[in-house]
């Protein structure tokens, strides 16, 4: 008697813990109606087409139109708060433009920022979602790979991630990328696209058995997901890399190695000499040793100044070089404040020059520096054999970088493609476009800098003339097998 009474308690207990976790999970819903979210998504439509440079440079304004349309009807009946957050991300999307983002705030921003992670890092390759790391309970071997999380094949979800996040362009490959990294991570997006659940239903490719097996994994703080990766794998996965550069010379195998993880070292009021000093010092050892072979790795550069990419071609090329045709905005500092609200004192700033479409040119180049005049540096000019290593983590002004590259230069590029060439857009000015009745954002970058490459290259990222990725198992044992490519394949004999 006295059993079956603990077991009905434990019944009773379950239940109760069961109704209070779904209450805790739902006791911050906000419902939205139809005439708020579609005045707001109004208002985002009309500023896009007034303020955002690019906004049809991957769409006609007759898709653009139809789009909006599609989403006026998705939210013509009551939606909870993040599901309009996912409308919106649609929107954005749709652009393909990676400095235009979507920001919640309040309540809504709060949620979203503390919602509980998956607790595993991915790489994704090939649609194929493979975990790398796992900060679960489960002891899921690293390398397996992810067939369904909660019903959902993995290819299904990948393109259904897409929908909601672009890269630059119209290519995957960027965001397939983000997706195993921590700017835009499987484990956080999946919560925000499918809904935040206390636990998922995973079903696996066992890595070492082969055997497919399905378990439950609970979601966890970002806290715990930190506490758990230092704990198990005694570093934390980060999206800034603490080095912006760094060089060596392989005198025995002929080669330099130059990596540069953005283009900014500290910040972007740094000494406008900082990168050109650093370029300097490596090309003079370059020329003093007769170096032959040089490798350029841009792989996850995160982007900077786009003068600091230019100023890297000098060294190749025999003819000034003007890499910017460009820089244009839509409107002058009056434009803007009809427009917006908002003072942003863009005359000043930009040097604004009116063109006689409407537009305004960038006529400073203080700040724009990559609208300077670029002449060759012949004293420790290069012409060796140039390889450049390139990712779907290159992005922004790393985008340009590859893309003056390709154009000027007969590198060689192994890897995969890149995020994009930066072709629609430049981060350096941005607005916020707030709903006013949502808790809901949009930034909009301001200025559209035309890069003197092929428009032909401006559509998709640079794609490498070999197409090179890590395997599973090369990520598993630390080891970069596109490097080693490189050095297998590609070094020249240095020169009598």
Known sequence: ??????????????????????VGWSQETVIYQPQQMQTDLKKFQQLLIKTHPGLYTHQSPLEFEQMMNNLFLETSKPMEAKSFYKVVLKLVASIHDGHTDVHAFKELGERISNQKLIPLEVYVRNERIHIIKDMSTQQIPEGSEILEMDGNLSNEIILEILTHFSSDGISDSGMQHFLGVSYRPFNKLYPTIYGEKPSYKLTYRD???????????MAISKEQYKANELEKYEYESKRWTKDAFSFDINKSQDYAYLKINRFFKDSFQEPENTYPDYYKKCFKEIFAYNIQNLIIDLRNNDGGKGGNAAYLLQYFIDKPLFPTEEITILGNEEYFLKTTGDTLYLDYDFG?????????????????????TFNPIKEYSYKGKLIVLIDGGVVSAGGTAAGLLKEYTDATFVGSETFGTAGVSNGVQKIYIKGDHTQMAISVP?????????????????????????SVQDLLNDNDAVLEFVLKNFLNSKKD
């Open 1 to 22: 008697m006295k059993m079956g009474t603990n077991r009905i308690f434990k019944k009773v207990f379950t239940v109760i813990l069961l109704m209070c976790l779904m």
């Open 207 to 217: 890595y070492k058995t082969k055997e497919i097996v399905t378990t439950n994994i």
């Open 352 to 372: 604004l020059e009116p063109k006689k479409n409407g537009t305004f040119k960038v006529t400073k180049t203080d700040i724009m520096s990559e609208l300077k």
């Open 446 to 470: 301001l200025l559209h800098a035309e890069y003197a490459i092929d428009p032909s290259l401006k559509k998709r990222g640079i794609v490498p003339d070999y197409q090179i990725s890590n």
